[in-house]
């Protein structure tokens, strides 16, 4: 099963609208049918471990709102072949831990 995961910034439950901000620690770990991710312009933080051992990840497309990725974030994504992040740059994303992403 092949699956690209498009994150919608907004969504309503119960009435309230519910706005996307940030994926929370191990989140998503081990999500293996996971294989690509495009986050919405409203996400500001990724935390710890939040896609970690996700084994058929093979793209990430971070949007510029993004401050903060947390350490170990995507650990053990050993097929990621595509990484995009859209805005000026990555240096005022604050890296919080080590190994934030990638590491086999």
Known sequence: MVAHSRVEPTTEKDGIEVTLVEIDDAAFSFCEGLTEIT????????GPSAFS????????EFPA???????WAFSGCKKVKSFVFHGESMQNVK????????IG
């Open 65 to 71: 709102s993004l401050k903060s990725i947390g350490g």
């Open 39 to 46: 986050f919405p312009e409203s996400l500001v933080r990724i």
């Open 53 to 60: 051992y996700c084994t058929k990840l093979k793209s990430v």
């Open 95 to 102: 890296m919080s831990g080590p190994y934030w992403i990638f």
